[in-house]
């Protein structure tokens, strides 16, 4: 499957922002997704995640109640709705895939995803 991150920008500490990534050459309810982001000097840390039908969700401590994760499978895309964005979310933000015949799994870890997207930038001011 390929994905294509999209719906970066630059906003003011405390708006929001929504990624949307669509994925295309695959069966896309056959993967799990994820999220993660990478702010230059550091490794690539998760954000979210969802299982192949969208009934299990995880979330890195930092962004809980702040980020969701969701997925439209009829569309093929899954979204990162943020909100209360805060200076320090700056970075590249990734998605990514993992095909699992498990219908609950999520999974949180780098090396634990196959394809990835080619990343949005998004940008948060002070």
């Known amino acids: 499957v390929q994905l294509q991150a999209f719906g970066g920008g630059l906003v003011q500490a405390g708006g929001s922002l929504r990624l949307s990534c669509a994925a295309s050459?695959?069966?896309?309810?056959?993967?799990?997704m994820g999220w993660f982001r990478q702010a230059p000097g550091t490794e690539r840390e998760f954000v979210a995640a969802?299982?192949?039908?969208?009934?299990?969700?995880g979330y890195a401590d930092f962004v809980k109640g702040r980020f969701t994760i969701f997925r439209d499978n009829a569309k093929n895309t899954v979204y990162l709705q943020m909100n209360s964005l805060k200076p320090e979310d700056t970075a590249v933000y990734y998605c990514?895939?993992?095909?699992?015949?498990?219908?609950?799994?999520?999974?949180?870890?780098?090396?634990?995803?196959?394809?990835w997207g080619q990343g949005t930038q998004v940008t948060v001011s002070s």
């Open positions: 990514a895939a993992e095909r699992t015949y498990y219908s609950n799994t999520q999974y949180r870890g780098v090396n634990e995803y196959g394809q």
């Open positions: 050459g695959g069966t896309f309810s056959s993967y799990a």
């Open positions: 969802i299982s192949r039908r969208g009934s299990s969700t």
